[in-house]
């Protein structure tokens, strides 16, 4: 990887959260006339190099989406194929992560997984709970519009048990109730793979996120890309909205 790309990163304007949508491992193993359990193996080693560039840039926050509560829908096969690779990511990784001060969450609906990648993950999350060098969110039977509905059940039943008010209902204390609520939202959203949509992704917390495709399939998504999503990031002007005074 050229020194160029790694000069052009200007460390004092990183995005805080940065968030990545895991596409292509199916269409990326298709490609190579191999079963779509390679190509999701695959992904999962590219999530360490992931993790660890982001870490070493110095990003606090990184969302990743694993597995979506669409996800559902695939082959019984498929589905427990992605369940193994999550339990192998964590057993082998959880100490080089823990050494390096990561912190592990995850979001999305925990309890309809099964027990033993379940019991992983909340091992994981003790273990790395005082950890705060970079917080490492899995989206895991996570969807964007669930995790509004259950946001909103929780405030209504706030309402109903007499600790809040309606009127008191506003973009802060909506956001309390999310599954994010301790994080910033996304400054970057990152998906490779060619495809061109959110696929129910964080849809509350992205209104302002600047978004970067690539046609690059996960497997094959490097730190270099990752550099150059974050220098073009770093290009725009993000005005929330507003307009500049020179303008």
Request: no cysteine; proline share 3%.
């Amino acid at each position: 990887m050229s020194n160029t790309i790694i000069k052009e990163i200007d460390y004092d304007r990183l995005p805080k959260h940065v968030a990545i949508i895991m596409d292509g491992n199916g269409r990326w193993a298709r490609k190579r006339l191999l079963p779509r359990k390679a190509g999701h193996k695959a992904g999962v080693e590219r999530v360490k190099e992931i993790v660890e560039t982001v870490g070493d840039l110095g990003i606090k926050y990184l969302t990743l989406y694993a597995f979506s509560t669409e996800n559902w829908k695939r082959s019984n096969d498929e589905v427990s194929s992605l369940m193994k690779l999550l339990v192998y990511y964590l057993r082998n990784e959880i100490k080089t992560l823990h050494s390096n001060q990561v912190k592990i969450k995850v979001i999305g609906e925990l309890s309809k997984l099964p027990s033993t990648p379940k019991q992983e993950i909340l091992d994981a999350i003790n273990l790395t709970k005082n950890n705060d060098k970079l917080i490492l969110n899995i989206a895991l039977n996570y969807g964007g519009r669930q995790d509004i509905i259950r946001a909103a059940k929780l405030f209504a039943k706030d309402v109903n048990d007499g600790k809040l008010k309606i009127n008191q209902l506003d973009e802060e204390t909506f956001n309390n109730y999310l599954y994010t609520s301790d994080n910033p939202d996304p400054d970057l959203l990152i998906r490779p793979s060619g495809e061109l949509r959110i696929s129910n992704f964080l849809l509350y917390q992205i209104a302002y996120t600047e978004f970067w495709f690539s046609n690059i399939y996960w497997p094959d998504f490097s730190k270099k890309h990752l550099y150059q999503a974050i220098i073009d990031f770093q290009q725009r002007d993000r005005r929330y909205g507003g307009i500049k005074d020179d303008k």
